[in-house]
Nanobody, 114 residues
C-alpha cells in the first residue's frame, strides 16, 4: 500500500496550499496519520500528526500555521498550510505516525518562492 499525497505546487511567500492524502479506510480507522516533509538539505521530518480520535500535534516550526485534519467519510487526510515561507519548500508525504516503511508514496512538491 502506498499513500499518495497531492495538492502541492508553486506558491508565493505568505500564500496557502492544501494537501490531500487518500488512504484506505482500514488505515485511517486504526492509525494515527502524519504529514512529513523532506528538503534537499534535511532528513525527513514529521510536521503534523493526527490520531484516530482527532488529537493533533505539530512541529514547532509550523505550529499555528499548518492544520492537519481527517475526513473519515472520504478516507482522506489534509494538511492546510498558511503563511508559507521559502523554508517550507520540500516534498511532502503522508504516512502513518509513526511511519510505516511500506506506505511511502512519491510525495508532492511544495515550492515557496517569489
Amino acid at each position: 500500500v502506498q499513500l499518495q499525497a497531492s495538492g502541492g505546487g508553486l506558491v508565493q511567500p505568505g500564500g496557502s496550499l492544501r494537501l490531500s492524502c487518500a488512504a484506505s479506510g482500514s488505515i485511517l480507522s486504526i492509525n494515527a496519520m502524519g504529514w512529513y516533509r523532506r528538503t534537499t538539505e534535511k532528513q525527513r521530518e514529521l510536521v503534523a500528526a493526527i490520531t484516530s480520535g482527532g488529537t493533533t500535534n505539530y512541529a514547532d516550526s509550523v505550529k499555528g500555521l499548518f492544520t492537519i485534519s481527517r475526513d473519515n467519510a472520504k478516507d482522506t487526510v489534509y494538511l492546510q498550510m498558511h503563511s508559507l515561507k521559502p523554508e517550507d519548500t520540500a516534498v511532502y508525504y503522508c504516512n502513518t505516525a509513526p511511519h510505516s516503511v511500506g506506505f511511502w508514496g512519491r510525495g508532492t512538491q511544495v515550492t515557496v518562492s517569489s
